[in-house]
Structures are given as C-alpha cells and as structure tokens.
Nanobody, 117 residues
Framework: QVQVAETGGGLVQAGGSLRLSCVAS??????IGWFRQAPGKEREPLGA????????YYAESVKGRFIISRDNAKNTVYLQMNSLKPEDTAVYYC????????????WGQGTQVTVSA
C-alpha cells in the first residue's frame, strides 16, 4: 500500500502563493489528487494528476489559480496555489489512487493552509 504525506502548509496573505508537496512512499502509476476541508464543511476534491502528467480539476473555485503537477522521479505531486483568498483557508490533503474524485488508496495526514485578509 502506497502511503502519501503532505508538506508545505502555512500562513500566507491574501493574493499570495504557496506550494504544497505530496510525497508518495513508492512509485505509483495511480492518479494522486488534492482535497481540502474547511471548518464545518465537507472535504472537497480539488483535482488530480495522472502518471503521465495530465491533470483534471474538479473545483470551479480553484480553476485558473491552482495548478497540480507531478515529478515521478521524486514520487511527488505538487499543488501550486496562486492568488490565494481567505476562503481558501482549510486543511489540505492528498490522496492516492483517485477515481472520479474519490480516493481508493491512502490519505495523507493533512496540512493547514491559512490565508489572512
């Protein structure tokens, strides 16, 4: 079972950028995706990236601002977040083996992202 772990969260001002990393414990050909959960809300799928680099975005609210990419040599998937807004504040998770926005493999422990106004 491939395990994943996120790093890179923190506090950033509105309009700023942040990059999160999701490191897999081994080589995987499955899609790896990013999700987030704000207080009092359900976990929301943001998007996922395939082994070949093709990505799909599920959340309209992040299209054009967030970019998901993958470095297979490092077993790492990135979430580049630009033009951050206070409403992007959430715990961000990556998930292994994503199909149609659902995780069929493991979840990371999550990393907090806080965007100040």
């Amino acid at each position: 079972q491939v395990q994943v772990a996120e790093t890179g969260g923190g506090l950033v001002q509105a309009g700023g950028s942040l990059r999160l990393s999701c490191v897999a414990s081994g080589r995987t050909f499955a899609l790896i995706g990013w999700f987030r959960q704000a207080p009092g809300k359900e976990r929301e799928p943001l998007g996922a990236v395939a082994y070949g680099g093709g990505s799909v975005y599920y959340a309209e609210s992040v299209k054009g601002r967030f970019i998901i990419s993958r470095d297979n040599a490092k077993n790492t998937v990135y979430l580049q977040m630009n033009s951050l807004k206070p409403e992007d504040t959430a715990v961000y998770y990556c998930g292994h083996d994503v199909r149609n926005g659902r995780v069929f493999g493991s979840w990371g422990q999550g990393t907090q992202v806080t965007v100040s106004a």
